[in-house]
C-alpha cells in the first residue's frame, strides 16, 4: 500500500530472504538518461525554485517553514526548530550544491522544501558516492496531496544529474525498507524543567525533588587532560574517528575537511554554536579520545512558561582505548563512561536541558549507567538504490 515507495529502486517489504546476498545498487542508469527538465508541478499556483541559502532572506524562508512545519512528535507537543546557524551547518557542508537545496513557492510564499548535501557512505567494505538527504517539509495546509512523492523525485533528479544515485535517509516513520533502526535514549539535565513542559513524567514511586537529586551532576569534569577542540587537533582527531568508524558497518566517510566541518565550531561563521566537541590530550600530547554533540532546540507548543527545549545530541566520539590488544571491553566501557559522564557536565554547563542518544555505535556501553533512559521515538536508516543486509544498531562487529 506505499503507492510511491513501491515504484521506487528501494527493498520492499515481503522480499526478506534470511540468506545473506551480495550488496549493491538496485538499478543502473546513466546521467544522459535523466531528464534535464523538472519534474512537472501539475498543482497551480505552485512553482520551483532553487533556494539560495547565501542569501539570508532566503535563508530565514526556510527557518520559518521548519519552524512551523517540520517534525513533531506523536502527541505535538514539541517541534523541532531548526536555527539558521543549524541549517547553515548541516546544508552547507563540503561539496554543498545550491541546486540541491529545493523549494516550492505558491506566489511568493515558501510551502514546502527538500534538501540534500553530498557524502561518501561506507556499508560494510564497500564505499558508496553519495548524498544525505533531509528536510522534506511540506506546509501543513498542503499536506495529504502527494506533493512529497514530487519532492522526492525532483530532489532524485537533481542529485542524478550529478552522477549520484544512492542517498541514505532517516525517519521516524516506517517505510520500505529499513537498513536499521535505532531508538532514542534521554538523559534529563534539567529535571524540573522537563518535567513542567510534559517531557519527564514523574514515576509514581518518585517525588520531583528526588527526580531533580538522581539526576544532578558534578560542577567539574573528572578526566585529565580534556579540553576544547582547536583547529592543531583535527589531523589527530580525523585519523582516531576514521579508525573508530571502520569497527561499525555503516558509517561516513570523512576527510580532514569535513572533519573539520563537521566537529569545529567556527565563532566567525555562526551566529550560535551548534557543534561542542571536546578532546583529551595525554602528558606527551597526544590526543587519545575526543566526543562532540550538537545543539538542536524543540518549540514547546503552547505552554505558558516554556518556549524551547535545549537539546543536546550526542554526535561522532573515539576512543584509543578501543584499539588496545587484545581487545579490552571492560576498558572501552570504563573509559566511554568517563567521557560521557564529562559530557554531561560540559552539556550541563552550556545549558542545555537534556541530552539526547541513539542506540548506535557503541552506546550501549554507557546509556544505562549514565541515566539514559529509553524514549517512545525511533528511527528508521534508509538507503535509496542500494541492497543491503540488515544492519544491527549498537553492535561492535569485533
Ligand atoms: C518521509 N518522511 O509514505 P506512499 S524525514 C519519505 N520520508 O508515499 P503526501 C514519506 N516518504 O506511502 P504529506 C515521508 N513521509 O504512498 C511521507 N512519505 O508510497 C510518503 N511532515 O505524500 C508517504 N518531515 O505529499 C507517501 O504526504 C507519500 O503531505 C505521501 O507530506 C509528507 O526529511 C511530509 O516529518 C513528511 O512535512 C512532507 O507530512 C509532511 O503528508 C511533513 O501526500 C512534517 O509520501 C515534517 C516531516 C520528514 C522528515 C526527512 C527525510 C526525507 C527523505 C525522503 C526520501 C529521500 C529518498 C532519496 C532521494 C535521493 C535519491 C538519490 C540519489
Ligand atoms: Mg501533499
Redesign the pocket.
Known sequence: ??????TQPVPQFGEEKPVIFEEGPLKIQKVEDISDEPIPLNLAPFRWVTMDLTDEKQMQEVEKLLYG????DDEAMFRFKYSTSILKWSLMSPGWRKEWHVGIRSGDTLCAF?A?VPTEIRVRDKVIQ??E??????HKK????????VL?KE??RR??REG????I?????V?PRPVSTCRYYHRALNWQKLYEVGFSPCPSNSKPAFQVRKYALPEQTSTKGLRELQVKDLDAVHSLLERYLKRFDLTPVFNREETEHWLLHKKDSYAEQVVYSYIVEDASGKITDFFSFYLLESTVIRHPKHNAIRAAYMFYYATETAFTEPVNKDALQKRLNDLMADALILAKRHNFDVFNALSLMDNALFLEKQKFGPGDGQLHY?L??YKANPIHGGVDKK
Open positions: 500500500s506505499y503507492k510511491f515507495w513501491a512545519h517540520f517534525v513533531e527538500i540534500a553519495g548524498s538527504v533531509n528536510f522534506l517539509c511540506i498542503l499536506r495529504g496531496k502527494r506533493l512529497a512523492p522526492i530532489i532524485t542529485i542524478n549520484i544515485w544512492q542517498a535517509y532517516t525517519g521516524g516513520i517505510l534508509y535509496f538504490n
